[in-house]
T-cell receptor
Framework: NAGVMQNPRHLVRRRGQEARLRCSPMKGHSHVYWYRQLPEEGLKFMVYLQKENIIDESGMPKERFSAEFPKEGPSILRIQQVVRGDSAAYFC????????????FGDGTRLSIL | KNEVEQSPQNLTAQEGEFITINCSYSVGISALHWLQQHPGGGIVSLFMLSSGKKKHGRLIATINIQEKHSSLHITASHPRDSAVYICAVRQGAQKLVFGQGTRLTINP
Protein backbone atom coordinates (compact mmCIF):
# COMPACT_ATOMS: atom_id res chain seq x y z
CA ASN A 1 0.00 0.00 0.00
CA ALA A 2 2.14 2.81 -1.34
CA GLY A 3 2.04 6.18 0.35
CA VAL A 4 1.82 9.55 -1.35
CA MET A 5 4.34 9.53 -4.21
CA GLN A 6 5.96 12.72 -5.40
CA ASN A 7 8.36 13.08 -8.29
CA PRO A 8 10.89 14.17 -8.97
CA ARG A 9 12.53 14.33 -5.52
CA HIS A 10 14.88 17.03 -6.74
CA LEU A 11 14.38 19.37 -9.70
CA VAL A 12 16.79 21.96 -11.01
CA ARG A 13 15.63 24.62 -13.42
CA ARG A 14 17.10 27.78 -14.88
CA ARG A 15 15.30 31.08 -14.55
CA GLY A 16 12.53 31.36 -17.13
CA GLN A 17 11.99 27.61 -17.54
CA GLU A 18 8.90 25.67 -16.51
CA ALA A 19 8.74 23.30 -13.54
CA ARG A 20 6.25 20.43 -13.30
CA LEU A 21 5.83 18.65 -10.01
CA ARG A 22 3.81 15.46 -9.77
CA CYS A 23 1.88 13.91 -6.94
CA SER A 24 0.15 10.54 -6.89
CA PRO A 25 -2.16 10.28 -3.87
CA MET A 26 -2.51 7.22 -1.69
CA LYS A 27 -4.83 4.54 -3.01
CA GLY A 28 -8.42 5.44 -2.24
CA HIS A 29 -7.67 9.13 -1.67
CA SER A 30 -9.42 11.65 -3.91
CA HIS A 31 -8.36 14.84 -2.12
CA VAL A 32 -4.96 16.43 -2.78
CA TYR A 33 -3.27 19.40 -1.15
CA TRP A 34 -0.11 21.25 -2.14
CA TYR A 35 2.08 23.07 0.39
CA ARG A 36 5.27 25.08 -0.03
CA GLN A 37 8.17 25.36 2.40
CA LEU A 38 10.49 28.25 1.61
CA PRO A 39 14.06 28.06 2.98
CA GLU A 40 14.08 28.62 6.76
CA GLU A 41 10.31 29.19 6.77
CA GLY A 42 7.29 27.20 7.80
CA LEU A 43 4.93 25.32 5.52
CA LYS A 44 2.23 27.31 3.72
CA PHE A 45 -0.94 26.07 2.08
CA MET A 46 -1.14 26.57 -1.68
CA VAL A 47 -4.10 24.70 -3.15
CA TYR A 48 -6.67 22.00 -2.42
CA LEU A 49 -8.06 19.84 -5.22
CA GLN A 50 -10.48 17.02 -5.69
CA LYS A 51 -10.65 15.01 -8.87
CA GLU A 52 -11.04 17.48 -11.76
CA ASN A 53 -11.91 20.35 -9.39
CA ILE A 54 -10.00 23.09 -7.59
CA ILE A 55 -11.68 23.55 -4.22
CA ASP A 56 -9.47 26.20 -2.61
CA GLU A 57 -6.60 28.02 -4.31
CA SER A 58 -6.33 30.87 -1.83
CA GLY A 59 -2.62 30.17 -1.23
CA MET A 60 -1.55 30.11 -4.86
CA PRO A 61 0.44 33.04 -6.23
CA LYS A 62 -1.71 34.93 -8.72
CA GLU A 63 0.65 34.48 -11.64
CA ARG A 64 2.77 31.65 -13.09
CA PHE A 65 1.40 28.94 -10.77
CA SER A 66 -1.33 26.46 -11.66
CA ALA A 67 -2.51 23.10 -10.39
CA GLU A 68 -4.65 20.31 -11.73
CA PHE A 69 -5.87 16.92 -10.63
CA PRO A 70 -7.26 15.15 -13.70
CA LYS A 71 -9.67 12.24 -13.70
CA GLU A 72 -6.79 9.93 -14.61
CA GLY A 73 -3.21 10.37 -13.50
CA PRO A 74 -1.36 12.36 -10.86
CA SER A 75 -1.94 15.87 -9.64
CA ILE A 76 0.40 18.38 -11.28
CA LEU A 77 1.71 21.63 -9.84
CA ARG A 78 3.03 23.75 -12.69
CA ILE A 79 5.26 26.79 -12.32
CA GLN A 80 5.89 28.79 -15.46
CA GLN A 81 8.84 31.14 -16.02
CA VAL A 82 10.47 30.20 -12.73
CA VAL A 83 12.39 32.77 -10.69
CA ARG A 84 14.94 32.35 -7.90
CA GLY A 85 12.27 32.98 -5.28
CA ASP A 86 10.46 29.81 -6.36
CA SER A 87 13.26 27.70 -4.86
CA ALA A 88 11.59 25.72 -2.11
CA ALA A 89 10.39 22.31 -1.04
CA TYR A 90 6.93 21.52 -2.38
CA PHE A 91 4.92 18.94 -0.46
CA CYS A 92 1.81 17.14 -1.52
CA UNK A 93 -0.65 15.51 0.88
CA UNK A 94 -3.72 13.40 0.25
CA UNK A 95 -6.76 12.29 2.20
CA UNK A 96 -10.10 10.55 1.75
CA UNK A 97 -11.84 13.83 2.56
CA UNK A 98 -14.11 14.36 5.53
CA UNK A 99 -13.41 16.21 8.76
CA UNK A 100 -12.18 13.07 10.52
CA UNK A 101 -9.66 12.03 7.88
CA UNK A 102 -5.96 12.79 8.34
CA UNK A 103 -3.72 14.10 5.59
CA UNK A 104 -0.80 11.90 4.54
CA PHE A 105 2.27 13.65 3.18
CA GLY A 106 4.71 12.78 0.42
CA ASP A 107 8.48 13.20 0.68
CA GLY A 108 8.39 16.47 -1.24
CA THR A 109 10.08 17.88 -4.33
CA ARG A 110 13.08 20.15 -3.74
CA LEU A 111 13.07 22.76 -6.48
CA SER A 112 16.25 24.72 -7.10
CA ILE A 113 16.39 27.62 -9.53
CA LEU A 114 19.78 28.52 -11.00
CA LYS B 1 1.02 37.47 15.17
CA ASN B 2 0.95 33.96 13.66
CA GLU B 3 -2.26 32.01 13.98
CA VAL B 4 -0.25 29.03 15.25
CA GLU B 5 2.61 29.57 17.70
CA GLN B 6 4.99 26.88 18.86
CA SER B 7 7.43 26.91 21.74
CA PRO B 8 10.25 26.49 22.11
CA GLN B 9 11.68 27.14 18.65
CA ASN B 10 14.78 25.10 19.47
CA LEU B 11 15.25 22.44 22.14
CA THR B 12 18.36 20.47 23.00
CA ALA B 13 18.22 17.68 25.56
CA GLN B 14 20.09 14.61 26.71
CA GLU B 15 19.04 11.11 25.81
CA GLY B 16 16.40 9.82 28.20
CA GLU B 17 14.90 13.19 29.08
CA PHE B 18 11.17 13.90 28.97
CA ILE B 19 10.38 16.36 26.18
CA THR B 20 7.45 18.77 25.88
CA ILE B 21 6.66 20.91 22.85
CA ASN B 22 3.80 23.39 23.04
CA CYS B 23 1.40 24.74 20.45
CA SER B 24 -1.07 27.59 20.86
CA TYR B 25 -3.53 28.74 18.22
CA SER B 26 -5.84 31.70 17.89
CA VAL B 27 -8.44 30.49 15.39
CA GLY B 28 -11.31 28.05 15.43
CA ILE B 29 -10.25 24.63 14.31
CA SER B 30 -11.75 21.28 13.37
CA ALA B 31 -8.60 19.29 14.18
CA LEU B 32 -4.94 19.66 15.13
CA HIS B 33 -2.02 17.70 13.65
CA TRP B 34 1.44 16.98 14.97
CA LEU B 35 3.97 16.30 12.22
CA GLN B 36 7.62 15.23 12.19
CA GLN B 37 10.18 16.31 9.61
CA HIS B 38 13.76 15.04 9.46
CA PRO B 39 16.41 17.27 7.83
CA GLY B 40 16.01 17.13 4.06
CA GLY B 41 13.29 14.57 4.51
CA GLY B 42 9.61 14.11 4.12
CA ILE B 43 6.85 14.83 6.58
CA VAL B 44 5.33 12.16 8.76
CA SER B 45 1.98 12.63 10.42
CA LEU B 46 2.25 11.66 14.09
CA PHE B 47 -1.20 12.53 15.44
CA MET B 48 -4.49 14.10 14.50
CA LEU B 49 -6.49 15.34 17.48
CA SER B 50 -9.81 17.04 17.99
CA SER B 51 -10.09 16.46 21.74
CA GLY B 52 -8.43 14.79 24.71
CA LYS B 53 -5.27 12.77 24.43
CA LYS B 54 -3.61 10.24 22.14
CA LYS B 55 -0.62 7.97 22.73
CA HIS B 56 1.58 6.09 20.30
CA GLY B 57 4.64 4.38 21.69
CA ARG B 58 6.76 7.00 23.48
CA LEU B 59 4.76 9.88 22.02
CA ILE B 60 1.77 11.51 23.69
CA ALA B 61 -0.32 14.37 22.33
CA THR B 62 -2.91 16.35 24.25
CA ILE B 63 -5.26 19.14 23.31
CA ASN B 64 -7.34 21.60 25.34
CA ILE B 65 -9.95 23.09 23.03
CA GLN B 66 -11.11 25.72 25.53
CA GLU B 67 -7.58 27.03 26.05
CA LYS B 68 -6.63 26.56 22.36
CA HIS B 69 -3.48 24.72 23.34
CA SER B 70 -1.85 21.41 22.52
CA SER B 71 1.28 19.66 23.75
CA LEU B 72 3.45 16.92 22.30
CA HIS B 73 5.40 14.86 24.81
CA ILE B 74 8.23 12.41 24.16
CA THR B 75 9.15 10.03 26.96
CA ALA B 76 12.62 8.43 27.25
CA SER B 77 13.93 10.56 24.36
CA HIS B 78 16.46 9.07 21.95
CA PRO B 79 18.84 10.63 19.41
CA ARG B 80 16.67 9.28 16.59
CA ASP B 81 13.88 11.56 17.86
CA SER B 82 15.96 14.52 16.65
CA ALA B 83 13.83 16.28 14.04
CA VAL B 84 11.60 19.28 13.50
CA TYR B 85 8.17 18.89 15.06
CA ILE B 86 5.38 20.87 13.47
CA CYS B 87 1.96 21.73 14.83
CA ALA B 88 -0.76 22.32 12.22
CA VAL B 89 -4.41 23.24 12.67
CA ARG B 90 -7.19 22.49 10.25
CA GLN B 91 -9.57 25.29 9.44
CA GLY B 92 -12.75 24.93 7.51
CA ALA B 93 -12.97 22.10 5.04
CA GLN B 94 -9.42 20.90 4.81
CA LYS B 95 -6.76 23.62 4.73
CA LEU B 96 -3.89 23.27 7.24
CA VAL B 97 -2.21 26.25 8.90
CA PHE B 98 1.24 25.45 10.27
CA GLY B 99 3.38 26.60 13.15
CA GLN B 100 7.01 27.48 12.52
CA GLY B 101 8.21 24.19 13.95
CA THR B 102 10.35 23.17 16.92
CA ARG B 103 13.85 21.90 16.16
CA LEU B 104 14.61 19.10 18.64
CA THR B 105 18.12 17.75 19.17
CA ILE B 106 18.68 14.80 21.48
CA ASN B 107 22.32 14.24 22.41
CA PRO B 108 23.57 10.76 23.32
Amino acid sequence: NAGVMQNPRHLVRRRGQEARLRCSPMKGHSHVYWYRQLPEEGLKFMVYLQKENIIDESGMPKERFSAEFPKEGPSILRIQQVVRGDSAAYFCASSRGGADQPQHFGDGTRLSIL
Amino acid sequence: KNEVEQSPQNLTAQEGEFITINCSYSVGISALHWLQQHPGGGIVSLFMLSSGKKKHGRLIATINIQEKHSSLHITASHPRDSAVYICAVRQGAQKLVFGQGTRLTINP
